[in-house]
């Protein structure tokens, strides 16, 4: 089972670039890297995935290294409105099983 | 907006009871999982229908079961509630059971067990 290990909390301000980084030392082969962000009193909510190198879409850059053991959430100048948690997930290859395994998360606050 | 929805948005239960929760996933999505998230904690995987077969189980006792029905909507369903029950339930629809599917989630049933 892969697991992930994340910053407790973060702090920025708006208009700052915060870099969010999960290890995840023992992530198979096959495993996919998603990220998710939640708001309070929501369900988490898709926001980039990669398997190796680089990913950007609309929202954010997600940076793999060649070994894949760990990975980087980039947002780019973060407003109020990113204050979230934040999970790293990694696939869970356990037969019958096709969860996804959150751990506790990033909480990111940005303050003005 | 994911397109998935859920009902009830809150509800309040006592100890022993019974609660049926409702899910209703994107149209074509054949696969749905449901997750159980206390405050403060991430989302614990509970499990996953495919093609309304159950498809994985997470680590939770035979007293929360589940249906999932052809026109995309599906129940959760929890026998003798306890007062850790009380928790955030979420449903996440996705097109297939492969791990790195995207799962879409609805904005959670808040169950309160007293």
């Known amino acids: 089972l892969a697991k992930t290990t994340q910053p407790i909390s973060m702090d920025s301000y708006e208009g700052q670039e915060v870099n969010i980084t999960c290890s995840h030392n023992?992530?198979?082969?096959?495993?996919?890297i998603t990220w998710y962000q939640q708001f309070p009193s929501q369900g988490p909510r898709f926001i980039i995935q990669?398997?190796?190198t680089k990913v950007t879409n609309e929202v954010a850059s997600l940076f793999i290294p060649a070994d894949r053991k760990s990975s980087t959430l980039s947002l780019p100048r973060v407003s109020l409105s990113d204050t979230a948690v934040y999970y790293c997930?990694?696939?869970?290859?356990?037969?019958?099983?096709?969860?996804?395994?959150f751990g506790s998360g990033t909480r990111l606050q940005v303050q003005p | 907006e994911t397109g998935v929805t859920q009902s009830p948005t809150h509800l309040i239960k006592t100890r022993g009871q019974q609660v049926t929760l409702r899910c209703s996933s994107q149209?074509?999505?054949?696969?749905v999982s449901w997750y159980q998230q206390a405050l403060g904690q991430g989302p614990q995987f509970i499990f996953q229908?495919?093609?309304?077969?159950?498809?994985g189980r997470g680590n939770f006792p035979p007293r929360f079961s589940g249906l999932q029905f052809p026109n995309y909507s599906s129940e959760l369903n929890v026998n003798a509630l306890e007062l850790d029950d009380s928790a955030l339930y979420l449903c996440?629809?996705?097109?297939?059971?492969?791990?790195?599917?995207?799962?879409?989630f609805g904005p959670g049933t808040r169950l309160l067990v007293l």
């Open positions: 996440a629809s996705s097109l297939a059971s492969r791990p790195e599917e995207t799962q879409y």
């Open positions: 023992n992530i198979a082969t096959n495993d996919y």
């Open positions: 990669g398997y190796k």
């Open positions: 997930l990694v696939g869970d290859k356990d037969t019958g099983r096709r969860a996804l395994t």
């Open positions: 149209s074509g999505h054949n696969t």
């Open positions: 229908y495919y093609r309304e077969e159950e498809n």
